[in-house]
């Protein structure tokens, strides 16, 4: 829902916008073209660029994911974060991965908005929305919160270029002013409240982010850090593909078993309790994918471990 109230920016000399995504584990890559008219359906494609396409002064890595061509041709880009980190938050890729906040500080200097999808990032690794305009993230995965709400940030600045996807009463100045038939957008971030909030989203919401704070952003990123890189380096022993980066602050790990192998280590996970996802590797080979957060225990390590075989 963020992506999509991001991607409806009023922009006037724009009929369409380009947003630009990643694979985040390190998959493949995707871009999305937007019209700014709904009836028009979203088009997809690849976006691995040939050098020659790319302008030198893109930031480094931007050749695989061709943001460098998103810069030439849109006023707006919509990036998703992945989970791996160095000098910001990344776009975990192979080639190497992507400056974020780099990219960031590029598009501010060409006057182009940046949307962060951070929902792989937040809650588990550090997250700044210092050189971006827009950031998104639902609640129910590394936030640990229930579905059915989310988080937004709009930079100040940036916020009259938004439209609200959803308007209400609780939208315009003021709300209580029931005669009134026209009225402007509130000028505070009540313009994206459309009417009655989810409450039991946002308690659940407030717990979720009270829990992280007490535990700690960086105990949490430690732990999960320390987990992913020893699920890592013995999956790597046992012979299977890892995708993505093998060291480093990240969470999620994604390998290729040999494909005899996959349906008898997902049946052994499961006997096991363990929850893991499936996914396609860029050749269409089936990968799992483990996502451990800090609360794994050591128990439920060593049994993911038994289960490779």
């Not at 182009?112 to 550090?126: K, M, N």
């Not at 029931?178 to 957008?185: P, V």
Request: charged share 20%; proline share 7%.
């Amino acid at each position: 829902m963020g992506l999509r109230a991001e991607a409806d920016l009023l922009i006037r000399n724009s009929s369409e916008l380009i947003v630009g995504g990643a694979g985040p584990h390190g998959v493949r890559g995707e871009a999305v073209l937007v019209s700014r008219r709904s009836v028009a359906p979203p088009r997809t494609g690849p976006v691995r660029l040939s050098t020659a396409s790319v302008s030198n002064a893109a930031p480094t890595g931007a050749r695989w994911v061709g943001v460098a061509l998103v810069f030439a041709l849109s006023l707006a880009v919509a990036l998703a974060v992945a989970v791996t980190l160095n000098a910001g938050p990344q776009l975990v890729g192979d080639p190497p991965s992507i400056d974020v906040p780099a990219i960031g500080r590029f598009l501010r200097s060409r006057g182009t908005l940046f949307c962060l999808d951070a929902i792989q990032s937040l809650g588990v690794l550090p997250c700044s929305v210092e050189h971006c305009d827009f950031l998104v993230a639902d609640a129910h995965k590394w936030l640990l919160g229930p579905q059915g709400i989310a988080i937004l940030y709009v930079r100040r600045e940036a916020q009259d270029r938004l439209r609200p996807v959803l308007q209400g009463w609780k939208s315009v100045r003021d709300p209580r002013d029931f005669q009134l038939l026209r009225q402007e957008l509130a000028p505070t971030a009540r313009r994206y409240e459309p009417g009655g909030l989810n409450v039991l989203g946002v308690i659940g919401l407030h717990a979720a982010l009270a829990l992280g704070r007490d535990v700690g952003g960086d105990a949490i990123g430690r732990r999960v850090t320390s987990v992913r890189t020893r699920l890592v380096r013995s999956i790597e022993a046992r012979g299977h593909e890892v995708l993505g980066p093998r060291e480093g602050p990240a969470s999620i790990a994604t390998f290729a078993p040999p494909p005899e192998e996959v349906d008898r280590i997902l049946a052994r996970l499961e006997a096991r309790r363990v929850v893991v996802s499936v996914r396609r590797g860029a050749r269409g080979e089936r990968c799992i994918r483990v996502a451990p957060h800090f609360y794994a225990s050591e128990a439920e390590v060593a049994a993911f471990l038994e289960a490779l075989g």
